[in-house]
């Protein structure tokens, strides 16, 4: 069984204050790792996809690109909302399987092995 290529696709709106500790999160799992199931995978990307929301998310994405390798922005020309900017970053993905989260962190990086195994 290869490893299994995941790309993690976030819509930005307002996380200036959540977005660094999520990928903080996030790069534990950039390295191979294996599900309960024994599945290996690994996270080849985070698209950060700026829907064009008040305060200073831009910035962060900016440091956050400069930061991590394996993190890409896309720049959405107007705030088109939450499904618009996801659906965005998933064309643009180029994962074996793709992962949503918020960026509030309210999904937690810790279940996506348990996820993959499900899928």
């Known amino acids: ?26 790069e534990a799992f950039t390295t191979k790792q294996r599900t309960p199931a024994g599945r290996e995978f690994v996270i080849e990307e985070v ?7 008040p305060g200073r998310s831009d910035q962060v994405l900016r440091e956050l690109t400069a930061q991590y390798s394996w993190v890409r922005t896309l720049w959405l ?10 659906l965005a970053g998933m064309t643009s ?14 999904q937690d990086p810790a279940f996506i092995p348990k996820i993959l195994d499900t899928a």
């Open 77 to 86: 020309s107007r705030n088109f909302g939450q499904h618009a900017a996801t």
């Open 93 to 106: 993905s180029g994962g074996d399987w793709i992962v949503t989260m918020d960026d509030d962190g309210q």
């Open 1 to 26: 069984m290869s490893c299994v290529r995941l790309s993690v696709v976030i819509p930005v709106y307002q996380g200036e204050g959540t977005l660094p500790a999520l990928m903080a999160e996030l």
């Open 47 to 53: 698209l950060l996809v700026w829907d064009r929301g």
